[in-house]
């Protein structure tokens, strides 16, 4: 069974650039989610998507991020314009409804310069 | 509001020893999901365990063991006889109601020294 792909591994931006994440889960797993990973601490959610509707987006910064799921399959991640703080790694996983377990991709690693 | 503390932010170990990695979790829901994480150096998170809040029985799988105590609202993960692939990142997490809206905590590094 293939494993959550995500692309690009490792993206370099200048501030005020922008910058997408793409994201494609586990075949049959409706959940998907957006999580990132700041050096040194947690994964913190930003959305969490349940077939191509958005379940959670509380913590996404909707001045400057945004989220799509179209058809309820891959997702892609947008930043713009990036800032300083942005720099993290963007993590996403799928789930199976009820098992809860997050499957999660190898991250995208960002750097705003 | 859901919580995570892992108390320890790195831990240090000789190859062979025992080692523990606390958690400590705060939630207001009766049904919640707790869950265990490994973060190698390469970076993918691999999921260990899950338990639910109805289920305070430890669990045991090979050198690995869990012990969910709902009274002190912890649920520690104890690594026996350390071996060096052991070193990476543990994060803690929780799914309060289970509405698979996952809280991670800030995680222990944890190095085996050969």
């Known amino acids: 069974e293939a494993g959550v792909a995500q692309s690009p591994r490792y993206k370099i931006i200048e501030k005020r650039q922008s910058v997408a994440f793409w994201c494609n889960p586990i075949s049959g797993h409706a959940t998907l989610y957006w999580y990132q990973q700041i050096l040194g601490q947690g994964p913190k959610l930003l959305i969490q998507f349940q077939n191509n509707g958005v379940v959670d987006d509380s913590q996404l910064p909707k001045d400057r991020f945004s989220a799509e799921r179209l058809k309820g399959v891959d997702s892609t991640l947008k930043i713009q314009p990036a800032k300083l703080e942005d720099s993290a790694v963007y993590l996403c996983?799928?789930?199976?409804?009820?098992?809860?377990?997050?499957?999660f991709g190898e991250g995208s690693r960002l750097t705003v310069l | 509001a859901q919580k995570v503390t892992q108390a320890q932010t790195e831990i240090s170990v000789v190859e062979k020893e025992d080692v523990t990695l606390d958690c400590v979790y705060e939630t207001r829901d009766t049904t919640y999901y707790l869950f265990w994480y490994k973060q190698p150096p390469s970076g993918e998170l691999v999921f260990l365990i899950r338990?639910?809040?109805?289920?305070?029985q430890n669990e045991i799988s090979g050198r690995y063991s869990w012990n969910f105590q709902k009274s002190t609202s912890s649920f520690n993960f104890t690594i026996t006889a350390s071996q060096v692939v052991d070193s990476a990142v543990y994060f803690c997490a929780l799914d309060s109601g289970g509405y698979q809206k996952v809280t991670f905590g800030t995680g222990t590094k944890l190095q085996v020294i050969p």
């Open positions: 996983a799928s789930s199976y409804q009820s098992t809860g377990e997050l499957f």
């Open positions: 338990r639910n809040s109805f289920d305070e």
